[in-house]
């Protein structure tokens, strides 16, 4: 633990060469990962680390330091590091620290780094041997599990004190069908912000079975035809969302003239049954925070209002650069890294129609039940994403599932081409990691959605 006396004597060094601003940000972490393949437990590890990075601002110009330590003397070389970059400038002095009042945490029952690791080596066994009892056509079956329990404290010299603690876990399944020529894989898993109860809700049968199931229906899949088309994208799939808009309204992006988006606040984007919020504060979720990694507490940001762009999400340095407030979306990967604007739950909110009503209204089209990884470029909004789970659409019924499918398309004109806005709004409960340089935990849900025209990249001629 870094005591309040060291932060202060930290943020005066970091000052003494004359910066504007300094921020001193300390964490622990426990971690632990569990790694299953081809039937064996390949590994089980547990790794903690402790450390504090110090981060002076002067004008526009950034320097930090961090020390892998929270003995004084390398925190102190940590903060002189960082205070160079404002050699010879006038001196200001910290003010004294005053403790944020942050909203009590959800409750978490039984904190994931608790559980012995003979259970977790048992739980994702369940997990392999559900998977495999599916079908005989089942023979790659590889699971990871991790958790991570994180404490972190914030000062800044302008008297800021903020202090949290959160544990995240999660599962991912990933299986393989094989029949003669024949491959696909499937996905499943959860994660969130909640300790060993995630798994009330997602026990190990069910995401080795949902794995194994959607493998072995892919196996008879057709080939999915190229071309434009109406397309359905069933609950849940917001990654599409968080990737093709949600980066490109990240401030930082914008700023350097890196976004499609960028000259268009308070104009209409998207069709008006359009609405994006970016919420941390959804309990349990896998971007839900309190506050931020920089202090600022955590709120809910309209982005898209009704077809209209109505913000961005910023942290301190690109909020002070558009003349406005941080949305409290500085986030970091560690102590070794500077914060920087990261999405946290990107939400599509629901509308008003009937997800059956609008199946069942499409004469012909592609319907997305799983989404997978994808291509994105925020200047232009153009984006590539792969289809793990896609079905043909006919007479308003699934017909047959296709495979080798993507999604091509830009992410204004699919905001604009949406015509019907399901009320089923859920959450991805696989959730996962954003990258961005450095690797934060995200969540993106979103309900029912059709666009009425997408382009599917397809193998049938």
């Known amino acids: 633990m870094i005591s309040e006396d060291t932060l202060l004597t930290l943020l005066d060094l970091a000052l003494s060469e004359g910066g504007d601003f300094a921020e001193v940000y300390y964490e622990s972490s426990e971690i632990n990962r569990v790694l299953m393949q081809d039937t064996r437990v390949k590994s089980c590890s547990y790794g903690n680390t ?9 004008g526009e110009q950034i320097g930090y330091g961090c020390a892998s330590s929270v003995e004084l003397e390398p925190l102190k070389r940590a903060a002189l590091t960082a205070a160079r970059i404002a050699k010879d400038g006038k001196r200001f002095s910290p003010q004294d620290l005053h403790r944020s009042v942050i909203p009590t945490p959800p409750m978490i029952e039984r904190p994931s780094g608790e559980v012995p690791a003979s259970e977790k080596t048992d739980f994702v066994k369940r997990v392999d041997r559900s998977a495999r009892d599916v079908d005989a056509r089942i023979k790659d079956v590889d699971i990871s599990y991790y958790d991570q329990t994180r404490h972190f404290i914030i000062a800044n010299s302008e008297g800021v004190l903020a202090e949290d603690g959160v544990v995240y876990t999660t599962l991912r399944v990933r299986t393989l069908a094989i029949d003669g020529q024949k491959r696909h894989p499937g996905l499943s898993g959860c994660s969130g912000h909640r300790g060993w109860e995630l798994f009330d809700d997602s026990p190990p049968e069910t995401l080795g079975r949902e794995s194994a199931d959607m493998a072995i229906r892919m196996l008879d899949a057709r080939e999915a035809p190229a071309g434009p088309m109406p397309v359905i994208i069933g609950k849940g799939n917001a990654v599409i969302i968080h990737e093709a808009v949600g980066h490109g309204l990240e401030a930082d992006i914008v700023q350097k003239g890196r976004s499609v988006y960028g000259d268009k606040l308070g104009e209409v984007i998207a069709s008006p049954l359009v609405t994006i919020v970016d919420d941390p504060t959804r309990p349990f979720k896998g971007g839900s925070i309190r506050v931020d990694d920089e202090g600022t507490l955590a709120q809910s940001t309209l982005l898209v209002e009704n077809g209209v762009l109505q913000g961005f999400l910023y942290d301190r340095i ?102 019907r806005v399901g009320n089923d709004f859920g959450f991805d409960r696989q959730g996962g990691f954003c990258g961005k340089g450095q690797l934060v935990p995200v969540g993106f849900g979103q309900p029912t959605i059709r666009v009425k025209k997408m382009t599917i990249g397809g193998t049938k001629k």
């Open 50 to 58: 402790i450390g504090a990075g110090v981060r002076v601002i002067k």
């Open 318 to 419: 690109t909020a002070q650069r558009a003349g406005t407030a941080s949305t409290g979306n500085g986030r970091r990967q560690s102590s070794e890294f500077y914060p920087i604007p990261r999405m946290t739950n990107t939400c599509f909110l629901e509308g008003d129609d009937d997800p059956e009503e609008i199946l069942g209204e499409t004469a012909r089209g592609f319907y997305v039940k799983k989404i997978g990884g994808g291509q994105v470029n925020p200047a232009s909004g153009d984006f590539v994403f792969e289809v793990l789970e896609g079905w043909l659409v006919e007479n308003g019924r699934l017909l047959y599932p296709l495979r080798e499918a993507s999604l091509i398309g830009n992410g204004l004109e699919i905001l604009q081409n949406i015509d």
